[in-house]
């Protein structure tokens, strides 16, 4: 695959870093580390994005994400891993993602509705929002994954 952009980031800086600056809002807004990496990871995984899903996993794993937990994420509606609080955050997650389809529907957000403050459900919307945007630039502009596991930034 070859790159369609050197780097989004050096093109755009400002919207760049006002996406990084959500990021560091989002990080900071009260949800949980390992429940925002889930989603990101998720997401990321409905829309292809392998830059994404390399840096997620590899961030989830270094904040002690079991392997077992990031290969049945696919299939998370079959596991017995995942917390009531993780479904809703993924049923959320991929309702939000595949919008076209789902309308957000009120069956989805009942099961938000019950795991999560208002607060809470406006945060992990914008987490979600902010992980298809970066999908969209990473396979839009084909970015690349590193080769190896460690995660590099944009």
């Known amino acids: 695959m070859t790159p369609r952009l050197a780097s989004p ?3 755009a800086p400002d ?3 006002a996406m990084l600056d959500l990021e560091q809002t989002i990080a900071a807004g009260g949800l949980e580390h390992s429940l925002l990496e ?4 998720r997401v990321s995984q409905i829309n292809g994005c392998a830059y994404c899903l390399h840096m997620h996993a590899a961030d989830a794993r270094k904040a ?9 994420l696919a299939a ?3 596991s017995s891993l995942f917390s009531p609080r993780e479904r809703a955050a993924l049923t959320w997650a991929e309702s939000l993602t595949r919008i076209e389809q789902t309308q957000a529907s009120d069956a989805d957000y009942a099961v938000l509705k019950a795991q999560f403050t208002e ?3 406006v945060n992990l919307t914008f987490a979600i929002g902010a992980i298809n945007v970066w999908n969209r630039l990473a396979v839009g502009f084909r970015s690349a994954h590193p080769a190896g596991p460690s995660r590099v930034a944009a």
Do not use: D, P
């Open 15 to 17: 919207a760049y870093q």
């Open 119 to 121: 607060t809470e459900q």
């Open 38 to 41: 889930l989603v990101k990871i």
């Open 76 to 78: 998370w509606r079959e």
């Open 64 to 72: 002690g994400e079991r392997e077992v937990r990031l290969h049945l």
């Open 9 to 11: 980031a050096k093109a």
